[in-house]
């Protein structure tokens, strides 16, 4: 289990005007299905739906090699085909094989470079920018509202039935290395660079023998995006009551924390009466916006609560997605 991430190359097609929000198609390469997404007059940019499903396009090559030459991929695959041939003649010599098994699996550096998710990265807001003004959205700022925050990458490898890795096994050793070089992503670019040492699953990932997919888990931040705790109306009503209450409520009480409990108990006490239901984990973002931490007494200008409410952020959304790597030869 990783906790990094990274990126895809992409780019933005069109997009369709409508009334309030502008609904942009993001397409990037190699997906065939575009990522939906708004735009606003100020620039802010909400994604729909982010792919549940996507591919990774990771390149690969050998950097150093104790016993096999620095050739063309498909040949040193040649030449690891030959010792596994000879890998199984010796089923009986367990010392034997685990000297052909240490050639294959340690003795070797194979550097692997990907841009996992799209989404992270630079590129995508850029793409999502240009497709916001292509739209005739021409803002002083571009945000994207809902971006992904990823906490957890989980490798998986499965391999068919006809490729190399078989022939030794030991699939745990070979996920750990993938483990490893998955780990070193650069969080500002989200460019991972990393290596692994095993040629057999290097043969295997190349002729599509090895199929490793990567569950991302993560959440949908809710950046400038708000959930009304208390409407205007209902702070309007709840001011009107209390400041006609009798001010015997506040009679010979001097200290400032007394002051703030009996002004808290007439917020509760009203709410109750009007059937205004809060959250309990909400009741102190609502007593710390009416009452006034000066006086302990209701807040006297409150025309700016009555005409926005009292808001909290939009709790962050869980995300899951499955990619699936295609890697390339350099």
Partial sequence: MIKRFGLLALSISYAIASYGNTPIEINYAPEDQPILATVDAQGNIVINQYPKSFSINSNLYISSSQNYPLDKLVNTCKSVDEDLAIYKSYENAPFLQSHIKERIRESNTIQLSSYILPWLTGEFFIAAKQAAQDAGINAN????????????????????????SNTIGDKVQLTHQLQSALANTDLATGQQTGQINALDLTCDMLTGKANITLQVNG??????????????????TLAKAINTLPKTFYK???TLPEKTKITAYLIGQETYKRNISLAPIDVNTVLSHLIDKNTGMLVNDLDLLINNGITKPKPQQDYQGIATFKFKNI
């Fill in 252 to 254: 010979n009480i001097a």
């Fill in 219 to 236: 959440s949908k931040q809710q950046n400038h995006s708000f959930d009304t705790i208390l409407y205007g109306d209902q702070i309007q």
């Fill in 141 to 164: 700022k571009y945000t994207i509202i809902n971006g992904l925050s990823v906490q957890e990458l989980t490798i998986s490898i499965i391999l068919t039935d006809d490729a190399v």
